[in-house]
């Protein structure tokens, strides 16, 4: 019997995409497969069955594939039909180059964050580096903490040496490679601009100004990842620095999904930087999916589910989260909370 079967699926290769649409019934007939570029915060999002199956019911096979967003413009994109890096500028530098002049696609957004330990982040309210009360938003002092890496500041000399024994070296934020990472350059915008009296950096002059503490921003971490999903995951398995940037969305997707975050903190740095989530479309699939993404009601709360801010229901991301969290914190709306929204300078002058 098994050897009639082999024999039958063996007939059904030869006479073609018969075999295929049986080996493979998730494609379904009719679907038109689309492959995209995703920067790797969004891949639990794009590997989530519903947000696939969503996909399908408008008539769409999505295939993702993760890399850093800086380095979308550099990558060979031919049979994609879209790429979705995690900000602006990325984007801008892909339709430069492609000379695509069609509107890219803003479905949702996600801040940048500091996640910490209590003790770290009970430890830097203490110092003054960082501001909390009650169950409201932990704040990361941000012209204060860079002024401390601008000083080469150790943790032993903002601590008593029974106190959290573990910290050691200088304080600083574990971020990712600003050259290929969007979160990494964003971090530095964010830093730029405090440095530059909370105004954007647009010339030379104001570039050389803080170019001095970028570089130790950068310096001090060594080698850094090209992804914001390396020090995020380093940081739940407890190993890396005790402050790690990332977005808060990695965050709030774990507990919009019911888990329970233990020993850590989320610290909204005071002026901070939004990821802006940008899809460039390449092809007119491409386009459809883009649209879907910012229009389409289910992938909206999906999103939200995420740990994004949708675009089109800004309502959405507290609805996800269901019930707050004291540890955790996070905030309905930055400007709210007092949290300053810094633009980031140009794609010439990031760069």
Do not use: C
Not at 95 to 117: C, H, M, N, Q
Not at 120 to 148: P, S
Not at 164 to 179: C, F, K, N
């Amino acid at each position: 019997m098994r050897g009639r079967v082999i024999g039958v699926l063996a007939a059904l290769v030869l006479l073609g995409g018969v075999a295929f649409a049986l080996l493979r019934p998730e494609s379904g007939p009719g679907l038109a497969e689309v492959r995209i570029l995703i920067g790797s915060e969004k891949a639990e999002f794009f590997n989530d069955p519903e947000v696939a199956a969503e996909f399908r019911a408008k008539g769409f096979e999505v295939k993702s594939q993760t890399i850093g967003s800086w380095s979308m413009a550099n990558a060979k994109l031919d049979g994609y039909g879209m790429v979705f890096p995690a900000s602006r500028g990325p984007a801008e530098e892909v339709a430069k180059k492609r000379g695509i002049t069609t509107e890219p696609v803003r479905p949702f957004y996600s801040p940048l964050v500091v996640i910490a330990r209590p003790n770290v982040a009970a430890l830097l309210v203490d110092k003054g580096y960082a501001t909390h009360k009650d169950n409201q938003a932990w704040k990361l002092d941000m012209a204060k903490y860079l002024e401390a890496v601008g000083n080469d500041v150790r943790w032993d000399k903002i601590k008593e040496p029974q106190v959290i024994p573990e910290l050691a070296g200088d304080l600083y934020v574990t971020s990712t490679d600003p050259a290929t990472s969007s979160s990494g350059a964003l971090y530095l915008a964010a830093a730029a601009y405090v440095k530059n009296g909370n105004r954007v950096v647009s010339d030379a002059a104001g570039v050389q100004a803080v170019a001095p503490l970028l570089r130790k921003l950068t310096a001090k971490q060594g080698d850094q990842k090209t992804s914001s999903d390396g020090p995020f995951k380093d940081f739940l398995s407890g190993v890396g620095n005790p402050l790690v940037l990332t977005y808060e969305s990695q965050v709030a997707s774990l507990v919009a999904h019911g888990t329970t975050v233990k020993d850590l903190v989320v610290l909204y740095p005071d002026t901070t930087v939004s990821s802006d989530h940008t899809a460039v479309a390449l092809t007119p699939d491409g386009q459809k999916i883009a649209e879907l993404l910012r229009d389409d009601p289910k992938l909206i709360n999906l999103a939200a589910l995420h740990g994004f801010r949708p675009q089109a229901d800004p309502g959405a991301f507290a609805r996800a989260l269901k019930e707050p969290n004291p540890t955790t914190a996070f905030v309905p709306g930055l400007s709210e909370a007092g949290i300053v929204q810094a633009q980031p300078p140009t794609v010439e002058v990031l760069a």
